[in-house]
């Protein structure tokens, strides 16, 4: 009769060998849980290479006094606050939905600190989305491991993972017939304008009008703005807008769009979209017998197009690529593009604690916990 100190010894013997055969069973919620750590750390210093963060709660705050005619209104009015001087002439440039997120982060606990660990914590949504739509841990993992993301979403706190999230609900909608494909693209459509390259991929694939109703009525937000005063409409022509700031334009190191930036940057910057567009081109050239693939293309070569071509374009907008690439069928293209969107040294001198880039002379390291008022 076996004895319970022997069940014991083969239970932990066959767990042993469990591990040693799966290691991923450990190792992947191991660094997880250290890159949340780590990111929950950065999330408790100053933002260094932006003031953005600031300028997006400082309008969240002035939602509360100003309600939906926020548009028309710019910093300079604000009054005594520390975000008047941050693009003073300025409206708030993005949709609805942004703007009511950072109301409702103004609303809750106005700091600094906390919207950072809301975008953290809805990147590691993010990643585990991402393992589930490509059946790789080891991506979703590789995912939340983007020092771009680390560096510009959880330290300097740009809202990317939001809209992000959105186009991954899409995406995951349409996988399970689910009918809010649509809705999910008008709420990241009114985050930032981005999420729009997916629709001829989700138009493909979900034709109910009940999905399509279910996307009209998504749009709300944005028509109590619209509706109240001149709403972002009116904020992408102001001339702020008109200002040439692309390091990742088209010709690589064109003085009128680089924003001085030094050359081996721009080169790099060059490296990560052409190699996106040169590697997607690629896959495409070999999809010879299925000639509806490039509606499976078209949302990442629309995006890296756009983000060539823009008048104002930055670092973090890369990890979008990733999420571009999901609806495209080749893991081995999807692992490229992710690799790509790592090649940023903003983020990599950073977290190697060398920062460069544009570095604010005057932190705001009293309202990391400090109310903003």
């Given amino acids: 009769m076996p004895t319970v100190g022997g069940a014991s010894a083969r239970s932990s013997e066959v767990r042993l060998r469990l591990l040693v055969r799966r290691p991923g069973e450990v190792f992947v919620p191991a660094a997880y849980a250290v890159v949340l750590g ?6 408790t210093l100053p933002p260094i290479n932006s003031t953005d963060l600031m300028r997006y709660l400082g309008f969240g705050r002035q939602f509360w006094r100003y309600g ?3 548009y028309e209104h710019t910093p300079k009015e604000f009054g005594a606050v520390p975000y008047a001087d941050l693009w003073p002439s300025l409206p708030f440039i993005y949709p ?3 703007l009511l997120f950072f109301a409702g982060i103004a609303g809750i606990l106005p700091n600094l600190l906390f919207p950072r660990l809301v975008l953290t914590l809805i990147e590691l949504v993010n990643s585990v989305l991402v393992a589930r739509h490509t059946r790789s841990k080891w991506y979703g993992l590789v995912y939340f491991l983007s020092p771009v993301s680390i560096w510009w979403y959880s330290r300097e706190g740009q809202y990317e993972p939001l809209v992000a999230l959105t186009c991954l609900l899409a995406l995951l909608s349409l996988a399970r017939s689910s009918r809010w494909s649509y809705c999910w693209l008008a709420l990241g ?5 981005w999420p729009g390259v997916l629709l001829p991929h989700v138009l493909r694939r979900e034709r109910r009008l009940s999905a399509l109703g279910l996307g009209l009525l998504a749009f709300l937000p944005s028509l109590l703005f619209l509706v109240a005063g001149p709403y972002v409409l009116g904020a992408l022509t102001s001339p702020g807008m008109a200002q040439n700031c692309n390091p990742y334009f088209w010709i690589p190191f064109d003085p009128l769009r680089s924003c001085w930036t030094p050359r081996w940057h721009l080169a790099l ?3 990560a979209t052409y190699g996106v567009l040169l590697a997607a081109v690629a896959a495409l050239a070999s999809e010879t017998k299925r000639r509806s693939a490039i509606l499976d293309y078209l949302p990442l070569l629309a995006f890296v197009a756009y983000y060539k071509s823009i008048n ?4 973090w907008y890369l990890p979008m690529c990733a999420v571009f690439a999901l609806p495209i069928r080749r893991p081995w293209l999807r692992w490229v593009v992710l690799i790509l969107t790592f090649v940023e040294p903003i983020a990599w001198a950073g977290l190697l604690g060398r920062p460069i880039g544009w570095l604010n002379p005057a932190p ?3 309202y990391v ?5």
């Fill in 68 to 70: 939906l005619g926020i």
């Fill in 38 to 43: 780590a990111r929950l750390y950065l999330a």
């Fill in 189 to 193: 459509v009114q985050a930032k304008y």
């Fill in 369 to 373: 916990w400090g109310l903003i008022p």
């Fill in 269 to 271: 910057n060059a490296l």
């Fill in 312 to 315: 104002w374009a930055t670092a």
């Fill in 364 to 366: 705001p390291g009293q």
């Fill in 96 to 98: 609805a939905v942004a």
